[in-house]
């Protein structure tokens, strides 16, 4: 029985974070320091995430991806890798990394069974890395994407945060490298997600997931942005000084830099004129083009202004143990504790459908409302 949200879709696909631990501090999502972790304790062994992800594999769960934190800053890589690569039912793995430890163990990723790479990078200036990620060194990222292309991952995609103020003057460069790589290029709104109190923007409310849980929807509709609202969306940018920002961006800030994904289109084909929409293979709620001639394809993650929601396939696992029904959404199912008291295999099930059922139709951050106490770092983007 495959499961079924109450909206009626279909749940095939579990992101799963190895670790809340990375090595870079990417000014949108950690703090410089004090970066929010849990104790080691609490983070999921090999074996204990494999268990999880077989009882996924029994419930139709089909594609795994592999997220942090930075998941190659964890040891035992390759050995999660080659374990769910024997389950039955998993059709496809994939990664998504920063790339700066990528290089030296691409090939055993792929020899383990990673069939699919998303890496990170927002700017390619060597100085302005320095400020964006603040840790690590562009050079290391660059060889990670060659070494993937050699490889033979195929698409290799690059995921790029487009801020205005920070790098949305690289735009035209990253949709250039898509004329001659065979890269998919994706560029992504940035979400207004702070994990601390220091903002002024309002929560979303968090559901109470217990074992006996009320199925809560959220009720209200996605109201697109018109323009004119993506204005004061973004309210008026005022550019933030790099040696300002010593811990992360609040979310305050996050709207003034956020790029709509119908602003970068608009520069693209002012630039290399009208593109083609085109498929990208396995390319979930993205839009992907190609400049005509290009061999690589340039695709967009509009999380923010176009409804993706309604296609949503998955569920999220944190380092931790909490299965998450929504990204942007507080409320979680802890199924770490049932799986260190013993739960079986049909109980760590039901827990599974119980999250399922508390998937919201949309998330609701155009309102102003994001979930509170995780970053992205803790959440598994
Ligand atoms: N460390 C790995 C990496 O950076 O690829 C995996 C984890 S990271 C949280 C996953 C993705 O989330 C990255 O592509 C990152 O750029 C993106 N991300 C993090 N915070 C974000 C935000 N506030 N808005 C949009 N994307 C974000
Ligand atoms: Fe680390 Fe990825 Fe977050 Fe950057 S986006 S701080 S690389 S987890």
Same mark, same amino acid.
């Given at each position: 029985m495959p499961l079924i949200d109450s909206f009626g879709r279909t749940i095939d696909y579990l992101r799963v974070s190895v670790t809340d631990r990375c090595n870079f501090r990417c000014i949108y999502c950690m #703090? /410089? /320091?004090g970066a929010p972790i849990a104790p080691g304790a609490d983070l999921l062994s090999a074996e204990e995430l494999i268990r999880i992800i077989s009882v996924a594999s029994r419930l139709g769960m089909r594609k795994i991806r592999f997220t942090g934190g930075e998941p190659l800053v964890r040891k035992d890589l390759v050995q999660i890798i080659q374990c769910t690569a024997k389950l039955s039912g998993i059709e496809e793995i994939s990664l998504t990394t920063n790339g700066f430890l990528l290089k030296p163990i691409v090939d055993k990723l792929t020899n383990a069974g990673l069939n699919r790479i998303n890496i990170s990078l927002d700017t390619l200036k060597h100085d302005r890395f320095v400020s964006i990620a603040r840790r690590g060194s562009l050079a290391e990222v660059l060889d990670g994407i060659e070494a993937s292309l050699a490889a033979g991952l195929h698409p290799v995609k690059l995921n790029c945060v487009v801020m205005r103020g920070w790098n949305e003057d690289e735009i035209l460069d990253f949709a250039q490298l898509s004329l001659e790589r065979k890269i998919d290029v994706r560029f992504i709104e940035l979400m #207004?997600?702070?994990?601390?109190?220091?903002?002024d923007s309002p929560r979303s409310e968090a559901w109470n997931i217990t074992s006996q849980p009320t199925i809560t929807s959220t009720g209200n509709r996605l109201t697109l942005y018109a323009n004119a609202e993506l204005e004061t969306f973004r309210q008026s940018f005022q550019s933030i000084d790099p040696t300002e920002v010593k811990g992360q961006l609040d979310a305050n800030q996050m709207r003034r830099a956020f790029v709509s994904t119908d602003e970068i289109l608009r520069a693209i084909e002012k630039r290399f004129g009208s593109m083609v929409p085109t498929e990208v293979l396995v390319n979930g709620p993205a839009r992907s083009y190609q400049i005509p001639g290009a061999t690589g394809t340039i695709s967009f993650i509009s999380q923010i202004t176009n409804d993706m929601c309604k296609n949503c396939n998955r569920l999220r696992l944190t380092a931790d143990g909490q299965l998450r029904p929504c990204l942007m959404a507080d409320g979680e199912v802890d199924l770490r504790t049932h799986l260190r008291t013993g739960a079986d295999d049909e109980q760590l099930a039901e827990l599974f459908r119980i999250t399922v059922l508390h998937k919201p139709a949309e998330h609701r951050l155009e309102d102003g409302l994001a979930p509170i106490g995780r970053n992205m770092s803790q959440l598994g983007g």
């Amino acid at each position: 029985m495959p499961l079924i949200d109450s909206f009626g879709r279909t749940i095939d696909y579990l992101r799963v974070s190895v670790t809340d631990r990375c090595n870079f501090r990417c000014i949108y999502c950690m #703090p /410089e /320091e004090g970066a929010p972790i849990a104790p080691g304790a609490d983070l999921l062994s090999a074996e204990e995430l494999i268990r999880i992800i077989s009882v996924a594999s029994r419930l139709g769960m089909r594609k795994i991806r592999f997220t942090g934190g930075e998941p190659l800053v964890r040891k035992d890589l390759v050995q999660i890798i080659q374990c769910t690569a024997k389950l039955s039912g998993i059709e496809e793995i994939s990664l998504t990394t920063n790339g700066f430890l990528l290089k030296p163990i691409v090939d055993k990723l792929t020899n383990a069974g990673l069939n699919r790479i998303n890496i990170s990078l927002d700017t390619l200036k060597h100085d302005r890395f320095v400020s964006i990620a603040r840790r690590g060194s562009l050079a290391e990222v660059l060889d990670g994407i060659e070494a993937s292309l050699a490889a033979g991952l195929h698409p290799v995609k690059l995921n790029c945060v487009v801020m205005r103020g920070w790098n949305e003057d690289e735009i035209l460069d990253f949709a250039q490298l898509s004329l001659e790589r065979k890269i998919d290029v994706r560029f992504i709104e940035l979400m #207004p997600i702070n994990w601390s109190a220091g903002d002024d923007s309002p929560r979303s409310e968090a559901w109470n997931i217990t074992s006996q849980p009320t199925i809560t929807s959220t009720g209200n509709r996605l109201t697109l942005y018109a323009n004119a609202e993506l204005e004061t969306f973004r309210q008026s940018f005022q550019s933030i000084d790099p040696t300002e920002v010593k811990g992360q961006l609040d979310a305050n800030q996050m709207r003034r830099a956020f790029v709509s994904t119908d602003e970068i289109l608009r520069a693209i084909e002012k630039r290399f004129g009208s593109m083609v929409p085109t498929e990208v293979l396995v390319n979930g709620p993205a839009r992907s083009y190609q400049i005509p001639g290009a061999t690589g394809t340039i695709s967009f993650i509009s999380q923010i202004t176009n409804d993706m929601c309604k296609n949503c396939n998955r569920l999220r696992l944190t380092a931790d143990g909490q299965l998450r029904p929504c990204l942007m959404a507080d409320g979680e199912v802890d199924l770490r504790t049932h799986l260190r008291t013993g739960a079986d295999d049909e109980q760590l099930a039901e827990l599974f459908r119980i999250t399922v059922l508390h998937k919201p139709a949309e998330h609701r951050l155009e309102d102003g409302l994001a979930p509170i106490g995780r970053n992205m770092s803790q959440l598994g983007g």
